[in-house]
């Protein structure tokens, strides 16, 4: 999985930089879409890095009356792999938080 998004990533960034067209790209956009968001959540940073190229790349290759829609199907492919035990939710056992534990308890 990982050399086929380097691979399209590549391929993807040739025809751009060619100024070329793709006669059947409107109706692959929506699954390279998806595929090049699940890729950007991958442990392999240079695969991360190189999916989200793509995704510019895909947006500039895009015709215009479609980039819209190629931004919502983005936007709703990443807010699907959100998940609610993030950091931010809940209350994580970082070094600030015991610290205010024993200030407060020592005023106690």
Known sequence: QRCAVVWLAILLRRVACCGQTIRTLPEALEPLCRAFVRSVGEISIFTADCALKALCYLYRLAPADSRA?????MLASISNRTTVSNMFVGNPDTQARREAEKESAKGS
Do not use: A, I, M, S
Request: charged fraction near 40%; proline fraction near 0%; aromatic fraction near 0%.
């Open 69 to 73: 829609e190629l931004l919502k199907t």
